[in-house]
């Protein structure tokens, strides 16, 4: 992210947000780490109060187009989401515990094949220096994230667009349709997706 990257809160805009995993490896990479996303993401929705105006979860990064939430900025609804998710996928992958083996192979996490062990699915292996000794990604997500002001009708299509086209443009499906981690369905559809869409006008 560039520096003296500027946020502006408090003008009644929605906010396009693009936040990445930590060195754009593809740690969401597997069906339940996105599905452990959105469910995440539906429960920060109801918790702080903003408006889900749009999403895609991609296996590297994330866009959302949120409102701001009724306390707070969409820097700290961002800041609680990232540390939920990374918390509950790590959880998930705890040898210690009885969630694991029910859960790990849903989670994007592999189940660990030594003690203390914990690798991504698309991770480097354990020698490389992004790893902790143990194994352990040292983060989760990147520290930084891009906040762009929608303020129009024509700029929040613009931003729906791009997000729903995303998957076909990275090659991993043909279709916006076969990818159930965006609010495509929604849109297109009119259909309730993994995570309840609010449609402004």
Known sequence: MPKGLKRYYGRGHLHFLTFSCHRRLPLLNTAGARNLFVD???KMREHHGFLLVGYVVMPDHVHLLISEPVQGTPSTVLQALKQRVSRDLRRTNDPQST???NHARDSGWDEPKTPGART?????TP???TLRRGGELPRFWQPRFYDFNVHSAEKRREKLD???ANPVKR?????PSEWRWSSWAFYAKGTAGLVPVDPVE
């Open 40 to 42: 995440a993401l539906g």
């Open 162 to 164: 791009y997000m729903h």
């Open 120 to 124: 991504a699915p698309g991770a480097p």
């Open 171 to 175: 090659g991993l499906v043909k279709d």
């Open 99 to 101: 969630r694991t083996k």
């Open 127 to 129: 020698d490389d220096s």
